[in-house]
């Protein structure tokens, strides 16, 4: 099985940034894919960015696309959200999700698509 480990969240003011960090342990590979989610109270869980490991292809949701960037550390098995220009609305837990299949990409913002998650990692952004 995949184990994975979210650190770096924290509380910002409206425009800073922070980076995510999701760390795989166990059965990681490099073509696994990896997703962040986030759910805020009261809200379901939302996508906001996935990369895909056989391809690299990355994906976005509309409110983070341009604000946030997901990427790979492959040598470690760490999957980096970076997200900037910080906004209130963007206060959640995050969690990040992983699966060693190779999804299509209409699957890539579904959470039924990853296997595997993580605890989460709180963030709260401040006006």
């Known amino acids: 099985q995949m184990q994975l480990g979210e650190s770096g969240g924290g509380s910002v003011q409206a425009g800073g940034s922070l980076r995510l960090s999701c760390v795989a342990t166990?059965?990681?590979?490099?073509?696994?894919?990896v997703g962040w989610f986030r759910q805020a109270p009261g809200n379901e869980r939302e996508f906001v960015a996935a990369i895909r490991g056989r391809d690299r292809m990355t994906y976005y949701s509309d409110s983070v696309r341009g604000r946030f960037t997901i990427s790979r550390d492959n040598a470690k098995y760490i999957t980096y959200l970076q997200m900037n220009n910080l906004q209130p609305d963007d206060t959640a837990v995050y969690y990040c999700?992983?699966?060693?299949?190779?999804?299509?990409?209409?699957?890539?913002?579904?959470?039924?698509?990853?296997?595997?998650w993580g605890q989460g990692t709180q963030v709260t952004v401040t006006p």
């Open positions: 166990g059965r990681a590979a490099n073509r696994d894919s």
């Open positions: 999700a992983g699966t060693s299949g190779s999804p299509i990409t209409s699957e890539m913002r579904q959470s039924r698509a990853f296997d595997y």
